[in-house]
């Protein structure tokens, strides 16, 4: 694992005709909306009403087919095969563009308009399949690497594709003939390139199909809110679109305005933005260690705060010079700040919405998936529509541009502590990620051992304070763990070990009523279908050898078999929060800060076999001599 690289997808039939054909829509989408702003805004001769009309009513008819057709769509993508209607999609696709063809032609806003509904109902159809589709060509442990090259490669495509539609239509002359030739020609490619992606089967072939929108919009929104932390991810995605929403839909007049910049300016900001999406959406992979880390989401949300506010005070007030090149902006006092925070902007959004995006993939039920990110496309959409309004009633009331980001930073800070209180998990995951990303290199072995679902018991070697996060850390599956009390009381750490709903437990001679308690509760969750991890030597080490494993791992089997997971953590003995200092009476710090670890996974053993003996055998193996 540790060699694996999310680019090595890009070199597999699985995943890179998909990846490549999400790039060539999103790259048509934009190059088709770009070139018919410059073609009303420059080349139609229309007064500045009739344009500041079109360019309002443009983003709406846009987003309207998400409203009327999401659930339809989520639909569909359950009920027939993905590749399939991925095809059918681009084929419409060239149909439309061969509308804006002769729209460019002719000169004919209305049928131009009607062209970007039809793209909007395009990109409406696409979005639940898009998403969908990926847990179904990759493995659970790819999830986040590819849907970060997807945001990545969605990124730079709509980069480019504005560039390339406004650039060929603003060609003297030929304009309106090269934009065509050119959404013509990638709408093309896009469908010839769909037909080398891999069947994806139905997950709900049996699925009668709902005809009435609103029914199924209330059926589908059903689904987002069944499990609370997909509707939390959802709501936090909506966010984001909201928040990127204000921001974006400011930028052409904060350049022109504040930063006194041409066009290439413009480009300018929005090319270090994609950039930086770009750049963020391929770390989380590395940074979350190929899992579902949802941990990275409260990092990328106080990135985001930070730097939106940081823009205001790079430049809160006007330009005091107009008409800058690209270079000379550069060059001028104080850009590099706000280059960078545009650029880190666009980094910690990769943080924020990848691993949200990966969560929803992976916690959501596989034949609802589609039909949950179709009610995610309407609550994305309710949100943009929020976006807008807010901007024009803040620029109402008088407020700059530099002044609206700044109002919308603090409301992230406002609505990232109301969803981290509703859903705890998101803070806790954060807090463990930090504290053990900071602390040590992890390494894993064969965590496919772990079962992917289903009730099972893991035990583990128990040698520093932060076993349980590590072991949270690296496991993909949420974990019940059963710890000694005095550690689960521990400061700081409590927070995150009542948000993991660990199971604190006591000696028979200390507190007989929580030991009977712990029993009861790992009998419930072994019960509820739910992973518990206990580490059965009682305490932790005070040597670096295994201590023997005590009966209760028996008692539990007993009560509830199911199949048991040894593991064994390497490298800990000696690290950071390993063992006491016996003169002094605490950890010892620094000692070995920033080890080198490893996680290492057995295979299971049927409840009917295990014993306390033969999993201390087992965990004893795995771990070797590397204490």
Same mark, same amino acid.
């Given at each position: 694992?540790?060699?694996?690289?999310?680019?090595?997808?890009?070199?597999?039939?699985?995943?890179?005709?998909?990846?490549?054909?999400?790039?060539?829509? #999103?790259?048509?989408?934009?190059?088709?909306?770009? %070139? !018919? /702003?410059?073609? $009303? @805004?420059?080349?139609?001769? +229309?007064?500045?009403?009739?344009?500041?009309?079109?360019?309002?009513?443009?983003?709406?008819?846009?987003?309207?087919?998400?409203?009327?057709?999401?659930?339809?769509?989520?639909?569909?993508?359950?009920?027939?095969?993905?590749?399939?209607?991925?095809?059918?999609?681009?084929?419409?696709?060239?149909?439309?563009?061969?509308?804006?063809?002769?729209?460019?032609?002719?000169?004919?806003?209305?049928?131009?308009?009607?062209?970007?509904?039809?793209?909007?109902?395009?990109?409406?159809?696409?979005?639940?399949?898009?998403?969908?589709?990926?847990?179904?060509?990759?493995?659970?442990?790819?999830?986040?690497?590819?849907?970060?090259?997807?945001?990545?490669?969605?990124?730079?495509?709509?980069?480019?594709?504005?560039?390339?539609?406004?650039?060929?239509?603003?060609? #003297?002359?030929?304009?309106?003939?090269?934009?065509? %030739? !050119? /959404?013509?020609? $990638? @709408?093309?490619?896009?469908? +010839?390139?769909?037909?080398?992606?891999?069947?994806?089967?139905?997950?709900?072939?049996?699925?009668?199909?709902?005809?009435?929108?609103?029914?199924?919009?209330?059926?589908?929104?059903?689904?987002?809110?069944?499990?609370?932390?997909?509707?939390?991810?959802?709501?936090?995605?909506?966010?984001?679109?909201?928040?990127?929403?204000?921001?974006?839909?400011?930028?052409?007049?904060?350049?022109?305005?504040?930063?006194?910049?041409?066009?290439?300016?413009?480009?300018?900001?929005?090319?270090?933005?994609?950039?930086?999406?770009?750049?963020?959406?391929?770390?989380?992979?590395?940074?979350?260690?190929?899992?579902?880390?949802?941990?990275?989401?409260?990092?990328?949300?106080?990135?985001?705060?930070?730097?939106?506010?940081?823009?205001?005070?790079?430049?809160?007030?006007?330009?005091?010079?107009?008409?800058?090149?690209?270079?000379?902006?550069?060059?001028?006092?104080?850009?590099?700040?706000?280059?960078?925070?545009?650029?880190?902007?666009?980094?910690?959004?990769?943080?924020?919405?990848?691993?949200?995006?990966?969560?929803?993939?992976?916690?959501?039920?596989?034949?609802?998936?589609?039909?949950?990110?179709?009610?995610?496309?309407?609550?994305?959409?309710?949100?943009?529509?929020?976006?807008?309004?807010?901007?024009?009633?803040?620029?109402?009331?008088?407020?700059?541009?530099?002044?609206?980001?700044?109002?919308?930073?603090?409301?992230?800070?406002?609505?990232?502590?109301?969803?981290?209180?509703?859903?705890?998990?998101?803070?806790?995951?954060?807090?463990?990620?930090?504290?053990?990303?900071?602390?040590?290199?992890?390494?894993?072995?064969?965590?496919?051992?772990?079962?992917?679902?289903?009730?099972?018991?893991?035990?583990?070697?128990?040698?520093?304070?932060?076993?349980?996060?590590?072991?949270?850390?690296?496991?993909?599956?949420?974990?019940?763990?059963?710890?000694?009390?005095?550690?689960?009381?521990?400061?700081?750490?409590?927070?995150?070990?009542?948000?993991?709903?660990?199971?604190?437990?006591?000696?028979?001679?200390?507190?007989?009523?929580?030991?009977?308690?712990?029993?009861?509760?790992?009998?419930?969750?072994?019960?509820?279908?739910?992973?518990?991890?206990?580490?059965?030597?009682?305490?932790?080490?005070?040597?670096?050898?295994?201590?023997?494993?005590?009966?209760?791992?028996?008692?539990?089997?007993?009560?509830?078999?199911?199949?048991?997971?040894?593991?064994?953590?390497?490298?800990?003995?000696?690290?950071?929060?390993?063992?006491?200092?016996?003169?002094?009476?605490?950890?010892?710090?620094?000692?070995?800060?920033?080890?080198?670890?490893?996680?290492?996974?057995?295979?299971?053993?049927?409840?009917?076999?295990?014993?306390?003996?033969?999993?201390?055998?087992?965990?004893?193996?795995?771990?070797?001599?590397?204490?």
């Amino acid at each position: 694992m540790s060699g694996h690289s999310q680019f090595a997808l890009l070199r597999s039939r699985r995943f890179a005709p998909f990846f490549a054909t999400q790039a060539l829509g #999103a790259f048509n989408d934009n190059a088709f909306r770009q %070139a !018919l /702003v410059v073609l $009303v @805004a420059f080349h139609l001769g +229309l007064s500045d009403a009739q344009v500041g009309f079109y360019s309002n009513l443009a983003p709406a008819l846009f987003i309207l087919p998400f409203f009327l057709f999401s659930a339809s769509a989520g639909q569909l993508a359950e009920k027939f095969e993905k590749t399939r209607l991925i095809r059918y999609v681009k084929l419409f696709e060239i149909g439309a563009m061969a509308l804006a063809a002769w729209g460019f032609h002719s000169g004919n806003v209305a049928l131009l308009l009607g062209v970007l509904f039809l793209m909007g109902l395009h990109s409406t159809v696409f979005g639940p399949i898009k998403y969908a589709i990926l847990p179904q060509m990759l493995k659970s442990e790819e999830l986040v690497g590819g849907n970060g090259l997807v945001e990545m490669g969605t990124s730079l495509a709509i980069l480019t594709g504005m560039i390339a539609g406004g650039a060929l239509m603003a060609l #003297a002359g030929v304009g309106p003939g090269a934009a065509s %030739a !050119l /959404v013509i020609g $990638v @709408a093309i490619a896009g469908y +010839l390139v769909s037909r080398a992606i891999p069947p994806a089967p139905p997950t709900a072939p049996e699925l009668r199909f709902e005809w009435n929108p609103l029914v199924e919009t209330v059926r589908v929104l059903g689904f987002v809110r069944r499990d609370r932390t997909v509707f939390n991810a959802v709501l936090g995605i909506s966010w984001f679109w909201f928040f990127g929403g204000v921001f974006t839909a400011q930028l052409p007049n904060y350049t022109k305005l504040y930063l006194g910049g041409t066009d290439t300016v413009a480009i300018l900001v929005l090319a270090l933005f994609s950039i930086g999406v770009g750049a963020g959406s391929l770390l989380c992979e590395r940074l979350s260690g190929r899992k579902v880390e949802i941990g990275l989401v409260p990092f990328g949300s106080i990135g985001l705060s930070l730097f939106g506010i940081d823009l205001y005070f790079a430049r809160p007030e006007l330009a005091t010079t107009q008409g800058l090149g690209a270079f000379a902006f550069l060059a001028a006092p104080g850009s590099w700040r706000i280059a960078l925070d545009l650029t880190l902007l666009g980094v910690f959004a990769g943080f924020y919405i990848v691993p949200l995006f990966a969560l929803v993939q992976s916690r959501a039920r596989r034949e609802e998936l589609s039909r949950v990110i179709a009610g995610n496309n309407i609550l994305n959409a309710l949100f943009m529509v929020a976006a807008a309004a807010l901007g024009i009633g803040l620029t109402a009331l008088g407020l700059s541009i530099p002044q609206i980001f700044l109002v919308v930073a603090l409301l992230n800070v406002a609505v990232a502590a109301y969803i981290y209180t509703l859903v705890p998990e998101f803070l806790m995951r954060f807090l463990s990620w930090l504290l053990v990303s900071l602390l040590y290199r992890i390494r894993s072995e064969d965590l496919e051992r772990v079962p992917e679902d289903g009730p099972a018991l893991l035990v583990c070697n128990h040698v520093s304070y932060m076993d349980a996060l590590i072991v949270a850390g690296v496991v993909r599956r949420p974990l019940r763990f059963v710890m000694y009390y005095r550690i689960f009381d521990i400061p700081l750490l409590r927070f995150i070990f009542r948000t993991a709903k660990a199971i604190p437990i006591a000696g028979r001679h200390e507190d007989p009523a929580l030991l009977e308690r712990a029993f009861d509760a790992i009998d419930q969750a072994l019960a509820d279908g739910e992973l518990v991890c206990i580490f059965p030597e009682g305490g932790l080490t005070r040597d670096g050898a295994i201590a023997p494993f005590r009966s209760g791992v028996e008692r539990i089997l007993a009560r509830h078999p199911v199949p048991v997971v040894p593991l064994a953590l390497r490298g800990l003995w000696g690290s950071v929060f390993s063992r006491r200092d016996s003169a002094l009476g605490r950890a010892r710090l620094p000692r070995r800060f920033r080890a080198h670890i490893a996680l290492v996974v057995g295979t299971p053993v049927a409840p009917d076999e295990a014993s306390a003996a033969l999993l201390e055998q087992r965990v004893k193996a795995l771990r070797g001599s590397w204490a």
